[in-house]
């Protein structure tokens, strides 16, 4: 499977790197956190780490740890309008459940 980033998303993410001269990508994965176990984090990435899983859309590269990738792999990047501003969307198919307010997720996985 892979990462992908819609337009909206990508065209965010170029922003993000033409500002950041350092960078070389977007650094996503999942961190056990939130009530319901995971959360999903997207960084810019400075580094190419030892068992990272590389993934490319649109000329941009996506790191993804070996420890996120079963959590996250799949996962389209979107970014919508919310409120006042914009904030990034995570539509993982491995989330079976998420929490109330909509910060962390479960999996299959967490559940068996």
């Given at each position: 499977?892979?990462?992908?980033?819609?337009?909206?998303?990508?065209?965010?993410?170029?922003?993000?790197?033409a500002e950041s001269p350092d960078a070389i990508g977007l650094r996503f994965g999942a961190k056990k956190t939130g009530c319901s176990g995971w959360q999903h984090f997207a960084d810019l990435a400075t580094d190419e780490r030892a068992g990272d899983s590389v993934y490319e859309d649109g000329g941009v590269k996506i790191y993804?740890?070996?420890?996120?990738?079963?959590?996250?792999?799949?996962?389209?990047?979107?970014?919508?309008?919310?409120?006042?501003?914009?904030?990034?969307?995570?539509?993982?198919?491995?989330?079976?459940?998420?929490?109330?307010?909509?910060?962390?997720?479960?999996?299959s996985a967490d559940l068996a």
């Amino acid at each position: 499977m892979s990462i992908t980033l819609t337009p909206a998303a990508l065209a965010r993410v170029q922003r993000f790197l033409a500002e950041s001269p350092d960078a070389i990508g977007l650094r996503f994965g999942a961190k056990k956190t939130g009530c319901s176990g995971w959360q999903h984090f997207a960084d810019l990435a400075t580094d190419e780490r030892a068992g990272d899983s590389v993934y490319e859309d649109g000329g941009v590269k996506i790191y993804v740890d070996m420890l996120s990738l079963p959590q996250v792999d799949g996962t389209q990047i979107d970014v919508v309008k919310h409120r006042l501003g914009d904030q990034f969307m995570f539509r993982n198919p491995n989330a079976n459940a998420e929490c109330g307010c909509g910060e962390s997720f479960t999996t299959s996985a967490d559940l068996a």
